[in-house]
């Protein structure tokens, strides 16, 4: 990679125009101006008819260098932009990098931040699915449950707006605990929403789970292998539906999540529809964490013993947490001073997106709709 | 007046002006059913916006005009009034006929439409298969319009479309076979393919084909239910218009009046097709038990039935009325509403003159049972996801084909039963 140049494209282009008139191959362009890829991301296809012979994805266009910022920022000042990376699932954004720096600064947050950040991040988890699941089902083609998730995504959204007054970049947490207590009526708001958005959840499941249409355009589609998975680093919903039974929240406790009874659910074969089947029982074990975080919520500060200054010690820290789309990492390297000296983050989104390619070779272009639809990706995560 | 514009009224002729050979008439008809079909198409769009958010717990348009209701007069002007782009390096003049040609074919379909035994333009003894002939041109404009754009999204779109309606055409001619068969089943033994005449051999033979040799007429008329659907590229089979993969199909390149053009075409098409369906399995312009429920008593409780759903509408208007908000800003809004409901009850009312009664009636008929499958196709589309191109053709050409080509043979054993039966005997005898 030494000329920047060449990573741009190692798809041949020139050699697939000499090939046009006699493999009959296509090559289009698939966004970054396009209703299914989510954002602005960029797939170069190369096709035989409809068939998938290449692709080639191009991210960049939503680049703000976010990284680079946190360098001329002190940690206190960073928190807001990370809410901006997977704008969908602010609070896990904002989770992942508060305790990777109490991680630094070798702090904990008290029990009762710990069950507010366990609530809210389970909420968001929830927020986060509905809207893939809408904008998936768009893709495929059902129009219906949009409109149905993003009813129900609302209510999550007004909580999170009474807690903390914004609805989607939310900045919820701060080092060392949150800043906000919890309203009044807060466990009244989240227990009604528990109660109300079970069945809804049965009612998206009505919609697709047995639609004859679904099951064929989402069965064997974009089939992953739990070795490739792990091979290509992806984790997530769409490690757990190749049969992998790994999430951070089981493997490597974090906030409150050790003192919560739920599952793990996994697929087998890896399809879009097992992906699915994941993500819609990742739903409803959100909801039994909930309940149980809701109703155990103890008493006590919400914030630790701080520094007014945030200065962590020489050194260097790797923290991640399950986020609604996979392993969400943070890695802090500190100079001693205000501001980090560089932040990497390992996004869910840029890493399951590698697997594209491998999961769309061979199949048509609807699949690649379908396999963009159920990687759950955020351009904004993506491109940081 | 001139004896031109009252010869074909005065000679109480029962035939269509086409038949009767007044072109005056003729002219005046296709007029009206232009006009007519234009209308139509204007309130689908609008009731398809309208179902189609109730279904998604959302109220569709609200602004213009009450409840909406002026938004397609809104959207019409909006798309004359857009610039006319010509994409460069299209192929401008094929570029430019590509949705005269769709249009021309959808439109000349209505020709043989029986919307009554006398409410056609005219009634060819070919009917069906000029109906099918000619909205089978449509597919020509569909790929004219992706082949001179120039760009691969409207290419692949017309490509989708040309192999999706050529392989669906075959199921749907073997369904229309098998009704056409049935029309011959009488005792001289004759069939027909007048679109009028398949609706009186229906009433002849006492039953809707849809229910005759059940299950047989039913499962033709499902396999031309389904192949209706990706005729006319609607949701679940709107493969060639895939908004999510094809940004929008073989028109992506067309604006303004032009792409509405397109859009005009696909509403007449989904009328015309629906028209078909009806004529062939649903009785046509027939009421509900025509033969069972004879007499002046019946005759005359159905022809109040177009009065009565006019009410209906009115009364529905009229309560959407007193809901409006009391805020003065909603007067103008609350008028118009009102001003609509007083349009539907002087309709009614005028609905209520026996003479017109008597005359509207199976138009009334035809046009309820068209609505009722325009429901239906609304309905798909806020319920199916989209099938993917190979699925699309596995359903055609292995499902729908050998089961219209089972269906087809057995109508015939079916039909020709006593006589096959005759013959096995005779060989016995032998």
Known sequence: ?384 | MPGFITNYLDKNVHVTPGQYGSPFWALVYILLVFGGVSLAVVCMNWLERKILAHMQVRLGPMRVGPHGLLQPIADALKLILKEDIVPEGADTFVFLLAPLIILLSVFSVYCVVPFGPTHAITDMNIGILFMLGVSSLSVLGIVMAGWASNSHYPLIGALRSSAQMVSYEIAMGLAVVSAVLMTSLNSAGTGTLSMIGIVQAQYAQHTWFVFKFFPLGLIAFFIFAVAMVAETNRAPFDLPEAESELTAGFHTEYSGLRWSLFMLGEYAAMISVSAIAITLWLGGWMRPFPNLLHGPTWDLTFSLFPALTFFGLAAMTFYSTVRMPKHPYFRIQTIGLGAFGGVFALIGLILLIPRVHDSVQDVYWFVAKIAVFLYLYIWYRGTFPRYRFDQLMKVGWKVLLPLGIGVLMATGIVGLRTEIWDFVQRLVHI
């Not at chain 1, 493997?251 to 697929?267: H, L, N, R, S, V």
């Not at chain 1, 914030?303 to 399950?322: F, L």
């Open chain 1, 1 to 384: 990679m030494t000329d920047p140049n060449s990573s741009v494209s190692h798809l041949d282009l020139e050699e697939s125009k000499k090939t046009f008139l006699d493999a009959n191959e296509l090559v289009i362009n698939m966004g970054p101006q396009h209703p299914a890829t989510h954002g602005v991301l960029r797939v170069i296809l190369r096709l035989d008819g409809e068939k998938v012979m290449g692709l080639e994805c191009v991210i960049g266009y939503l680049h703000r260098g976010v990284e680079k910022i946190a360098e001329n920022r002190t940690y206190t000042m960073f928190n807001p932009y990370v809410d901006r990376m997977d704008y969908v699932a602010a609070v896990s954004n904002g989770l992942g990098y508060c305790e990777a720096v109490e991680k630094l600064l070798n702090i904990e947050a008290p029990p009762r931040a710990n069950y507010i950040r366990a609530i809210l991040t389970e909420l968001n988890r929830l927020a986060s699915h509905q809207l893939w699941l809408g904008t998936h089902a768009l893709d495929i083609g059902a129009m219906t449950p949009l409109f149905y998730t993003f009813r129900d995504r609302e209510e999550i959204l007004k909580i999170f707006e009474k807690y903390c007054g914004a609805r989607l970049t939310t900045h919820a947490f701060r080092i060392g605990g949150c800043q906000y207590e919890t309203y009044e009526g807060f466990e009244k708001d989240v227990k009604k929403f528990l109660t109300f958005v079970a069945p809804k959840i049965d009612e998206y499941e009505e919609l697709l789970t047995t639609n004859r249409i679904w099951v064929e355009r989402t069965k064997n589609v974009g089939t992953i292998s739990a070795k490739d998975c792990i091979a290509l680093g992806v984790t997530g919903p769409v490690l757990r539906a190749s049969g992998v039974k790994w999430d951070l929240r089981k493997a490597q406790p974090y906030a409150a999540y050790k003192q919560f009874d739920f599952e793990i659910p996994t697929g087998q074969n890896g399809d879009t529809y097992d992906r699915y089947l994941v993500r819609m029982a990742e739903m409803r074990q959100s909801l039994r964490i909930v309940q149980q975080a809701v109703e155990a919520i103890p008493e006590g500060p919400i914030m630790a013993k701080v520094p007014k200054v945030i200065k962590p010690p020489v050194g260097e820290i790797y923290h991640s947490i399950e986020a609604p789309k996979g392993e969400l990492g943070y890695f802090i390297v500190s100079d001693g001073s205000t501001q980090p000296y560089r932040i990497r983050v390992r996004p869910p989104s840029f890493v399951n997106l590698q697997a594209l390619e491998l999961m769309c070779r061979g199949q048509l272009v609807a699949d690649v709709i379908a396999v963009i639809g159920t990687l759950d990706i955020v351009l904004g995560e993506v491109d940081r």
